[in-house]
């Protein structure tokens, strides 16, 4: 089946500082992916829509400047979260569809990354 | 924008037994896509069920069943048998057609009490 590869799966950082996270469709090609942050024991909040070759779609209320998204293959996704706060650590998940799918596809997610920013 | 709402927070379930989890959605759509994730501790998600809108017949996956309510916007999952490692946050999901955005949501806790 669809493998979505999501890196890292946790990562430890200082307040101010950035942190990347990969999203990578193993084997097949998204034009879309998603990212998406959850709380504990709440749901997945859609951040937003990443679209490869052009600018990502930001949900209301998602700082475009701080979660930087940049879709710069049909395999790949990055999400940056910029100046750290401790306020930004959650869980960040990466999702996909693969476009060459039926339309009843389903929505396949990387493992997830857990932020901590201290 | 479509909403997707599970009113039970928490359910528990005997092992071995049968439960049923609600889910209700609103949208003016005709055609749509339905799915069921589970999400486990280790927060992994992983696709359940789907059914499609179009489909009258109710989606079965080995334990797993939905009962599909167009006019009412109703699906709700039954699972039959309930193991141990059924135990898990089980998200309904929505996807129009079509489209790509998929609407969660807000998740309910299974807890399978040996």
């Known amino acids: 089946g669809a493998v979505v590869s999501q890196h890292p799966s946790w990562v430890i950082c200082k307040s101010g500082t950035s942190v990347k996270i990969e999203c990578r469709s193993l084997?097949?090609?998204?034009?879309?992916m998603f990212w998406y942050r959850q709380f504990p024991k709440q749901s997945l909040m859609l951040m937003a829509t990443?679209?490869?070759?052009?600018?990502?779609?930001?949900e209301q209320g998602v700082e475009k400047d701080k979660f930087l998204i940049n879709h710069a293959s049909l395999t790949l996704s990055t999400l940056t979260v910029t100046s750290a706060h401790p306020e930004d650590s959650s869980f960040y998940i990466c999702?996909?569809?693969?476009?060459?799918?039926?339309?009843?596809?389903?929505?396949?997610f990387g493992n997830g990354t857990r932020l901590t920013v201290t | 924008a479509q909403t997707v709402t599970q009113s039970q927070p928490e359910m528990s379930v005997q092992e071995a037994e049968t439960v049923t989890l609600s889910c209700t959605y609103d949208?003016?759509?005709?055609?749509?896509?339905l799915f069921w994730y589970k999400q486990p501790p280790s927060r992994q998600m992983i696709l359940v069920i789907r059914?499609?809108?179009?489909?009258?017949q109710n989606a079965t996956e080995n334990r797993f069943s939905v009962n599909f309510q167009k006019a009412a916007k109703s699906f709700s999952l039954k699972i039959s048998d309930s193991q141990l490692g059924d135990a898990a946050m089980y998200f309904c999901?929505?996807?129009?057609?079509?489209?790509?955005?998929?609407?969660f949501g807000t998740g309910t806790s299974l807890t399978v009490i040996p």
């Open positions: 990443s679209n490869e070759g052009s600018k990502a779609t930001y």
């Open positions: 949208t003016s759509e005709s055609d749509y896509y």
């Open positions: 999702s996909a569809r693969d476009g060459g799918a039926p339309t009843n596809s389903p929505l396949h």
């Open positions: 084997d097949f090609q998204a034009t879309t």
């Open positions: 999901a929505y996807r129009r057609a079509p489209g790509n955005q998929f609407y």
């Open positions: 059914q499609e809108a179009y489909k009258q």
